[in-house]
């Protein structure tokens, strides 16, 4: 397939902060005594508003805000272990050296999305999308077609490469390709997917013109 522009999803696609991510929700959990597989089987690829929200049905809106922040100050101060993944750094690079615009679009606030990028030495993105920028995150289509509207390209000349249901639900919906890396098997829209990837070592990208790029799945 081709595409002009690509929208990367930074947690579980560019970064590993699987642990820092489930310390912080495990330990808010831990207070409200919600089992922690509630609250991970819940909790990925979605904005934390959303989780909070979710787990605390019925409770104000001034309370729900209060636990946002304070899980936010925590998850931006944890960055312990988290580490680029395979493959990441070297696409992204490559991406630059060949002008091939690109965005990373995550759920994560302001401080958090920027502590675990800074904490991986990651290349910065010219767009970055982050959930203070969209009124309705993942599964919804607003995020990458944000996203694809700041690259300055149609949606349908972007791909998004995302590890987790919501994300590719929302891709799918702005109408992008969509690569899905370690998804699990059985998450909605995945038969609908143009990759379905266990690395981002598997994408194989080459510019063939400028600004056109041809994009395969490399088999191990």
């Not at 101060?77 to 395979?86: E, H, Q, R």
């Not at 998004?160 to 702005?174: H, K, M, N, P, Q």
């Not at 890396?181 to 997917?193: Q, S």
């Amino acid at each position: 397939m081709q595409c002009k522009g690509f929208l990367f999803d930074l947690d579980g696609t560019l970064v590993d902060s699987l642990p820092a991510v489930e310390r912080a929700w495990c330990s808010w959990g831990d207070r409200f005594a919600i089992p922690h597989k509630d609250i991970l089987d819940f909790i990925h690829g979605k904005q934390a508003i959303t989780s909070l929200r979710h787990f605390m049905a019925g409770a104000s809106e001034e309370d729900i805000q209060r636990e946002f922040y304070a899980l936010e100050a925590l998850e931006a101060s944890d960055t312990t272990g988290i580490t680029a993944l395979p493959g990441a750094i070297a696409l992204l690079n490559y991406l630059d050296a060949n002008q091939i615009p690109w965005a990373i679009v995550t759920s994560g606030s302001v401080p958090v999305a920027s502590a675990r990028h800074s904490a991986t030495g990651l290349p910065t993105p010219k767009v970055f999308v982050t959930a203070e920028q969209v009124s309705k995150g993942k599964p919804e289509p607003d995020p990458y077609l944000l996203g694809a509207k700041l690259l300055g390209l149609p949606a349908s000349e972007c791909l998004v490469v995302e590890d987790a249901a919501a994300g590719v639900l929302s891709g799918l919906a702005a109408g992008c390709h969509v690569a899905a890396v370690n998804v699990p098997g059985d998450a909605p829209g995945l038969d609908r997917v143009d990759f379905c990837l266990t690395s981002l070592e598997q994408l194989v990208v080459e510019v063939v013109a400028p600004g056109k790029v041809v994009l395969k799945q490399r088999e191990y």
